[in-house]
């Protein structure tokens, strides 16, 4: 194998590195790649130019709250090359524990590690919540509007809402949480406590 530095074999990698975004999120209607996708294609051609990729986490406190910092290293034994992401914890998320919110804001930022790395393009990429929130629901140039949910008691389309610890709740969560708008849900609870 010829003595190329680091960024020449990683300049030849971010070449042949084709991970097209193949998984579907059905609720918000968008295509998208995660961190397994990436790693699945980056395996046999990090080989094939003898280098080794790893990832590692680390947990730091920024301000008043928790982010877990990515580190993707790919190092030929010599040379070495490092990018990190981070992603903050959510203070608490419905139906996970503290285990489980570590874990996956882990997942988020090994996966942006990775994208910057391997330089594939996640602009458009809207794959999460975070994504959601951000944009106020905007969509990527040239990206289908998702289905709209419309409510099974006034026939009226569900709209989405952020609540007061900033997460989004796509109509599509609302109707399956639900089983109905939020104009409905609330004359509902309001019936039952004048009936109680």
Not at 39 to 51: D, F
Not at 68 to 87: Q, R
């Amino acid at each position: 194998m010829e003595n190329k530095s680091i960024y020449a074999k990683l300049i030849e990698i971010q070449s042949e590195m084709k991970v097209p975004k193949n998984l579907y999120n059905k609720f918000g209607g968008f295509n998208y790649r995660n961190g397994e996708s990436i790693l699945e294609a980056a395996k046999p051609i990090c080989k094939k130019h003898g280098v080794t990729l790893y990832l590692s986490d680390e947990i730091e406190l920024i301000g008043d709250r928790f982010y877990v910092k990515a580190t993707a290293t790919l190092t030929d034994g010599k040379e070495s090359i490092e990018v990190h992401a981070y992603a903050r914890e959510e203070e608490n998320k419905k139906g996970m524990d503290a285990s489980q919110i570590t874990g996956t804001a882990s997942s988020y930022a090994r996966k942006y590690a990775l994208g910057g790395l391997f330089n594939l393009d996640d602009n458009k990429d809207a794959d999460s919540n975070e994504y959601a929130v951000i944009t106020k629901q905007e969509r990527p140039a040239g990206q289908q509007a998702p289905e709209k949910a419309i409510c099974p008691q006034c026939g009226k389309a569900i709209q989405g809402v952020t609540n007061k610890k900033g997460t989004y709740w796509s109509p599509n969560d609302i109707l399956h949480k639900y089983k109905m708008c939020g104009d409905c849900y609330k004359k509902s609870k309001s019936t039952q406590e004048v009936s109680e």
